[in-house]
């Protein structure tokens, strides 16, 4: 059973540019979750996505950020005319289907895609 | 709005010291708190998940405790080794399922 895999590992765009990062779920996993670790900053939760739907988005960035979770194939986190400030790692992570609203279910993270803008 | 914290942000010790590690909350109502490493450059790694019902979680070495109503949550490393160098985050849940508030960490230095 592979963990959340992410990909690619690093990345490097010039400003203006698009990045495009991809997270694939634990298997079994309907949940997936992305976060954003600026440079020396925590880990802050950006969007949380369930197969084809976004749950709760309150983390992204109002314009440039955008995040899916298709029926098939992995999440996408899509970063439209990347500016410096867009360097960071961003991790995704996932968790099992919640079967009641209150849960007490793990996550697992990814690897982490680390972007750099130049 | 759900703060959590850190203390020490580092901490330098030598091999075979045992330590603690803090971290509070100031939201109690709390599912359950995870404490994570991350090593530089590289993901996380979940260490240990204490759900509220429970005061404590052990694996191996290590060692988690949690006082909901006090909003405090410890981590305990027993005989540090130098592989134990890392950063060692705590995250609790908000709001829905595993949408996680993480503290700012505490990067451990383990010296020969």
């Known amino acids: 059973n592979a963990g959340v895999m992410q990909n690619p590992r690093h990345l490097v765009r010039r400003r203006g540019q698009e990045a495009r990062l991809r997270c694939s779920p634990m298997k079994g996993h309907s949940h997936v979750y992305w976060y954003r670790q600026l440079p020396e900053e925590g880990l802050k939760f950006m969007v949380y996505l369930q197969k084809e739907n976004i749950i709760d988005e309150s983390g992204m960035p109002k314009e440039r950020f955008s995040a899916e979770f298709p029926k098939e194939g992995p999440s996408i986190l899509r970063i439209q005319q990347v500016v410096r400030g867009d360097s960071a790692a961003y991790f995704c992570a996932s968790s099992p289907p919640v079967l009641r609203r209150v849960t007490n279910t793990e996550a697992f993270f990814g690897q982490g895609t680390r972007l750099t803008v130049v | ?112």
């Open chain 2, 1 to 112: 709005k759900q703060e959590v914290t850190q203390i020490p942000a580092a901490l330098s010790v030598p091999e075979g010291e045992n330590l603690v590690l803090n971290c509070s909350f100031t939201d109690s109502a709390i599912y359950n708190l995870q404490w994570f490493r991350q090593d530089p450059g590289k993901g996380l790694t979940s260490l240990l998940l204490i759900q509220s019902s429970q005061r404590e979680q052990t694996s191996g070495r290590l060692n988690a405790s949690l006082d909901k109503s006090s909003g405090r949550s410890t981590l305990y490393i027993a005989a540090s080794q130098p592989g134990d160098s890392a950063t060692y985050l705590c995250a609790v849940p908000t709001g829905t399922a595993s949408k996680l508030t993480f503290g700012t960490g505490t990067r451990l230095q383990v010296t020969l």
